[in-house]
């Protein structure tokens, strides 16, 4: 340990700065801030091993106070240098007295200088190592996990460090559950973030928070559900409360309760960082595949296939570094491709769209057979004139019937003689299909012949508006390509909803006020849906849902005789609304 010396005489400075041996000086001094400055902190230059373990132990300490987000688990310098007191010599003061002594001392002596967790932490922490686990898994995969206690650093709280290869496997749902240490003060933040209305059915939150978190169990897999609709099922449940995902949305979460992504090259440098998920992979995506698939197996990928020109296609592949892919078959529209894919769930769905496009190609002379074999009668094709021609009739019903067909298959083949196994099925399905089709088509264009004439008022400017929706109702049901792409229990009930369009206009002609005041009643729930249908954001299910109600409503105010396939009310309507 080296000291500054002065000399000085009679007040004159002989020497100002000079280098000595502080140990010679003051010996039991240098020992002791040897031990706090050296030993307790590892700022030593030391050939001993207990120096190195040391550190490793203090690390993995400060790792749990990262972890558990709390200050003064660790002890202080000075009960950190008491751990050596009686351990060491007196004498030692210096790395290499320190050494000299070590490699002399005993077995138990050089044991007895190593920490264990016990040693640098203040009080037992009760930490799980399961609450804070130091991987992720995305797929087959795992990505490390990085704590920090650090309020205001860009990095506080946990940090998945990803490679660009995984970016696209990562899922944001499963990120959103964090680790299982935090997710009891994540659910509390949420549930405090809740509207007040909302907010006052779950006080405490500290104690809603903990019994959903006890609800879910010790699963250790990434759960793939939001984090907010599990949570809104769980508190609608227990309280009988009426909360969705949605209400969550305005809550407002502190960083460290948000993970955070670090997206690294393969050497480990950042490419990229923040909390927002989506967006890395927005901006990253295209890099994130071309890196996947380099690292994958790019022997395997194959462009412009014309047909199923393999003998088989593995459920999955794993490269030499040890990366797992899923290969699947890919619909570019004009081409099929064969490419890897990150996780399976992504591989499945893109190999169905993939397969269901070759099928189309291998299927088109069977597809051709069927519009000329359907059995359409003159009649019908007469029938259908006003909405279309014959020809787009057949391919209308065609199209539907190979769709369906389609759709109740499981389009997973893997190998050419599945393949071919699944095509020669379709073939010989599609033509009975399609006559299925037919006899519903007939029963529709029926009944829209007979309500044709109904659709002209029987004078100039007579109840305009009320003919106009039923125009309007006429034009939404029989778009283009309806036949097509309707799902066929929907297309059942079109008799029907064309025979009261019909009763309506009858008695349109003799009460027309009447008429109006009902029509009023369904455009409240009509102008709604055509709102949240133009806005493009609305929630399918839901729009879907309205859109058929609205129908059944119109049966139950202008032909309420030939009754509704279901029950329909305002605040039925009302719901669907509310949830869009």
């Known amino acids: 340990m080296i000291a500054f010396e002065q000399v000085i005489l009679f007040g004159l400075i002989l020497v100002e700065r000079r280098a000595v041996q502080y140990g010679r000086q003051e010996p039991e001094l240098a020992h002791e801030i040897f031990v706090r400055e050296a030993l307790a902190t590892g700022e030593i230059n030391a050939r001993a091993d207990f120096i190195q373990a040391n550190q490793r132990t203090l690390s993995k300490a400060a790792e749990i106070e990262a972890r558990q987000r709390r200050s003064g688990l660790l002890k202080s310098p ?92 990562m ?21 405090r973030g809740l509207p007040k209305s909302l907010r006052r ?85 295209s890099a994130a595949r071309e890196a996947f698939s380099q690292r994958a197996d790019a022997e395997l990928t194959r462009e412009d296939l014309s047909g199923f020109d393999l003998e088989d296609i593995p459920e999955s592949i794993r490269s030499p570094e ?4 899923w290969p699947a078959l890919v619909d570019l529209g004009d081409s099929v491709a064969l490419r890897v894919f990150e996780n399976a769930d992504d591989a499945r769905e893109q190999h169905r769209h993939g397969l269901e496009r ?25 029938k259908w004139a006003a909405l279309g021609s014959a020809e787009t009739l057949r391919a209308d019903l065609v199209e539907a019937a190979l769709a369906e067909r389609l759709q109740a298959h499981v389009l997973d ?92 206009a009858e008695r349109l002609r003799q009460d027309p006020s009447r008429d109006q005041a009902r029509m009023f009643n369904v455009h409240t729930y009509w102008r709604e849906y055509l709102k949240h249908r133009a806005s493009g954001n609305a929630d399918p299910d839901a729009l879907e849902e309205l859109r058929w109600l609205i129908e059944e409503l119109r049966v139950s105010v202008f032909a309420q005789e030939l009754r509704t396939a279901e029950p329909v009310s305002p605040k039925r309507l009302a719901s669907v609304l509310a949830r869009l």
């Not at 130091?134 to 490679?163: I, K, N, Q």
């Not at 040890?322 to 892919?325: D, I, K």
């Not at 070759?358 to 007469?382: F, G, Y």
């Open 413 to 504: 083949a893997r190998t050419r003689a599945a393949f071919e196994s699944l095509r020669s099925q379709l073939g010989s399905e599609l033509f009975a299909a399609a006559v299925e089709r037919l006899k519903l088509a007939e029963a529709i264009i029926e009944a829209h012949a007979e309500l044709m004439p109904w659709l002209e008022p029987p004078l100039l400017g007579f109840a305009t508006a009320n003919y106009e929706d039923l125009l309007e109702q006429r034009d939404e049901l029989l778009s283009p390509g309806f036949l097509r792409d309707t799902d066929p229990r929907r297309l059942a009930h079109y008799p029907r909803y064309l025979r009261g369009m019909r009763l309506r």
């Open 78 to 169: 000075e009960e950190l240098a008491g751990f050596f007191a009686g351990k060491v010599p007196a004498d030692i003061h210096t790395s290499a007295a320190l050494d000299s002594w070590y490699r002399k001392a005993t077995p138990a002596e050089q044991a007895g200088l190593r920490w264990s967790l016990a040693d640098v932490l203040s009080s037992t922490p009760g930490f799980a190592a399961e609450a804070f686990p130091t991987t992720l898994a995305v797929g087959a995969h795992e990505v490390r996990l990085e704590y920090r206690f650090v309020p205001g650093d860009p990095a506080d709280g946990v940090t998945a460090h990803v490679p660009l290869a995984l970016l696209n496997a």
């Open 322 to 325: 040890g990366l797992v892919a």
């Open 171 to 191: 899922s944001a749902h499963a990120c959103e559950w964090l680790v299982p240490g935090l997710l009891n003060e994540k659910v509390a933040e949420l549930i």
């Open 358 to 382: 070759l099928l189309r190609r291998a299927l088109a002379d069977k597809v051709k057979q069927a519009r000329r074999q359907l059995p359409l009668a003159n009649l019908t094709a007469l």
């Open 201 to 285: 059915n779950f006080v405490p939150a500290p104690d809603f928070a903990r019994a959903f978190v006890e609800s879910l169990g010790k699963q250790r897999a990434p759960r793939q559900q939001p984090l907010t609709e599990s949570l809104a099922e769980y508190l609608e449940k227990v309280t009988g409360v009426d909360i969705s995902a949605n209400d969550f949305s305005a809550t407002g979460l502190p960083a460290h309760l948000l993970m955070r992504f670090r997206v690294e090259d393969e050497k480990g440098r950042q490419l990229a960082e923040g909390r927002d998920l989506a967006a890395i992979q927005k901006s990253w995506a």
